[in-house]
């Protein structure tokens, strides 16, 4: 069975600070997805990666595959109220379905 | 519409009823995943369906829950002789293929008494 565990579960900073959420397997995955979702909505994808190594950078987000494609880590510089949210990643393996891990809820205070 | 419908958007039942919830997905998208969604929790695969074939079946919790796609559209998700313990979101999501974006719906909510 494949897994992805997140940390932290739960992150609670002040605007302007920055931070790393972690997304960890023993397996390996052919590609990685983080989603963003926010109460009462489904997800919304931020970024997919797909080749071990690669860094994506979405504005004051950076996203990294590692390069066993075992795990992933988002980082957001000068959080923002508005980056308030649950952040999932999901992990595609061997039978294509979506994997999602528990997720890491952010909370940002001005 | 252009986006992934659910419906109901809320559902209050009394243990021991059957439920069923209904999405509509992007028109094209062959492939379609239900997942459940428990309060702060993140994300619990149920099924997959590439076109209307559920290769995998392995997240269903129990007999009681089945699903079904017709014209590699419309999906049912049936739960039988609800339990509290299905109390959860429900959340419906499409992709154009197996690996690609998932749009989500914003979900259906279960409350079982």
């Known amino acids: 069975t494949q897994l992805l565990e997140q940390s932290p579960q739960f992150l609670s900073i002040q605007e302007g600070e920055n931070l790393t959420v972690y997304c960890n397997s023993s397996?390996?995955?052919?590609?990685l997805q983080w989603y963003r979702q926010e109460p009462g909505e489904g997800p919304v994808l931020l970024v997919t990666?797909?080749?071990?190594?690669e860094v994506k950078k979405l504005k004051r987000l950076t996203f990294q595959f590692g390069d066993a494609r075992k795990d992933s880590s988002l980082h957001i510089t000068a959080a923002q109220p508005g980056d308030t949210g649950l952040y999932l990643c999901?992990?595609?393996?061997?039978?294509?379905?979506?994997?999602f891990g528990s997720g890491t809820r952010l909370l940002v205070r001005p | 519409g252009a986006g992934v419908s659910q419906s109901p958007s809320n559902k209050v039942t009394e243990k021991g009823k059957d439920v069923e919830l209904r999405c509509d997905p992007i028109?094209?998208?062959?492939?379609l995943y239900w997942y459940r969604q428990r309060l702060g929790q993140g994300l619990e695969f149920l099924i997959y369906?590439?076109?209307?074939?559920?290769?995998?079946k392995s997240g269903l919790p129990s007999d009681r829950f089945s699903a079904e796609r017709t014209g590699e559209s419309v999906s049912t998700l049936t739960i039988q002789r609800t339990q509290q313990e299905d109390s959860a979101v429900y959340l419906c999501a499409s992709s154009l293929s197996i690996t690609g974006e998932l749009f989500f719906g914003e979900g259906s909510r279960l409350t079982v008494l």
């Open positions: 990666v797909v080749t071990g190594g």
């Open positions: 999901a992990g595609a393996g061997s039978s294509y379905k979506l994997i």
């Open positions: 028109s094209g998208h062959t492939a």
């Open positions: 369906f590439q076109g209307n074939s559920a290769p995998d």
């Open positions: 397996s390996v995955f052919s590609s």
